[in-house]
């Protein structure tokens, strides 16, 4: 168990251990990608009331869903570093925020496009939409403050604080729909009781919400071992990848 | 496939011009955060790489300095 631990703490492991799941986890998340939205697009039937719109679920529900959990990852990795001061969940933290924000952008974006022939309107501003676009600011908040501090471990410090701070939002988005009047229908994927999406419509859904989480963890890794490279530029095994793989 | 002509798959009855471009903005979001941190960490090494050869050669120069 602190051997783990230990070697968590150790950026050129960490490196190496991601670069070997990214790998096989790329080409995964890239089929997958590909076939889930073939797969939504041209083999499955219409919706019987919105008609085709409707394969805009595809790419609009896994977005949102995964936008979601990238928080979850951001905030905890926000805290680790408060509480324990450890280096790795820092640069977690700040490897998740981009990805984050544009995941959210994607599922509101998205959700504009299928809002004008579905609700017929781009945009309201009801409670499901103004968290999402909540956020959208709080991703992009995460990064720009970063950028703002010249002193990276107060940079560090502050986003944590932020992101913890906007966990308020989350369980705001969850009950949104529950909560208030809503142009947004509620979910209908139940982990309790019966789901009211066809399974024709619910495994490529499933499908491309997995390829979502993939594609998530892919660019966190990826993020994660180009800011290992720049924090630790310094040291001798840097110069040893730099010196193998740096040439034109 | 469940449209029956590739005119069908394009227009979707009239819900094309919503789905089509949902797909490519998506697209090209995806293409864009995947490809970001590959360039950066290219960037990075070559960048480093630079460095060391400039170092390297420098203190190569200067051992020839003394002799």
């Known amino acids: 168990m602190w051997t783990l631990f230990h070697k968590l703490g150790s950026p050129p492991w960490l490196y190496a251990i991601a670069g070997a799941i990214l790998r096989w986890l790329v080409p995964i998340t890239l089929v997958a990608l590909v076939g889930g939205m073939v797969w939504g697009v041209l083999f499955t039937a219409p919706d019987f009331r919105q008609g085709n719109s409707y394969r805009i679920i595809y790419i609009h529900v896994p977005a949102a869903v995964v936008a979601l959990a990238g928080y979850y990852v951001m905030a905890i990795a926000g805290a680790i570093s408060l509480i324990w001061r450890m280096k790795m969940a820092d640069v977690v933290m700040k490897a998740a925020a981009p990805v984050g924000a544009a995941l959210t952008f994607i599922a509101l974006l998205t959700g504009a496009i299928w809002g004008k022939p579905t609700w017929g309107t781009w945009w309201v501003w009801d409670a499901r939409i103004t968290s999402m676009l909540i956020l959208l600011f709080l991703y992009l908040g995460v990064v720009a403050l970063y950028e703002a501090f010249d002193n990276k471990e107060a940079a560090g410090k502050a986003c944590a604080v932020l992101s913890l701070v906007g966990m308020v939002n989350i369980p705001i988005i969850y009950k949104s729909v529950d909560w208030w009047y809503s142009l947004h229908q509620p979910a209908s994927i139940k982990f309790s009781g019966e789901s009211t999406i066809d399974p024709s419509m619910l495994y490529p859904l499933l499908l491309m919400i997995a390829a979502f989480y993939a594609l998530f963890t892919c660019c966190l890794l990826m993020n994660m071992r180009a800011e290992l490279l720049q924090r630790e530029s310094r040291t001798q095994w840097v110069k040893k990848i730099a010196g193998k793989e740096g040439r034109r | ?67």
């Open chain 2, 1 to 67: 496939m469940y449209f029956d002509s590739f005119q069908a798959l394009l227009t979707m009855n009239g819900h094309g011009i919503y789905v089509w471009p949902a797909y490519l903005i998506t697209i090209v979001v995806i293409m864009a955060v995947l490809i970001a941190p590959v360039r950066r960490r290219n960037r990075l090494l070559e960048q480093l790489a630079a460095e060391l050869r400039r170092t390297e050669s420098a203190t190569v120069s200067g051992v020839r300095g003394e002799q």
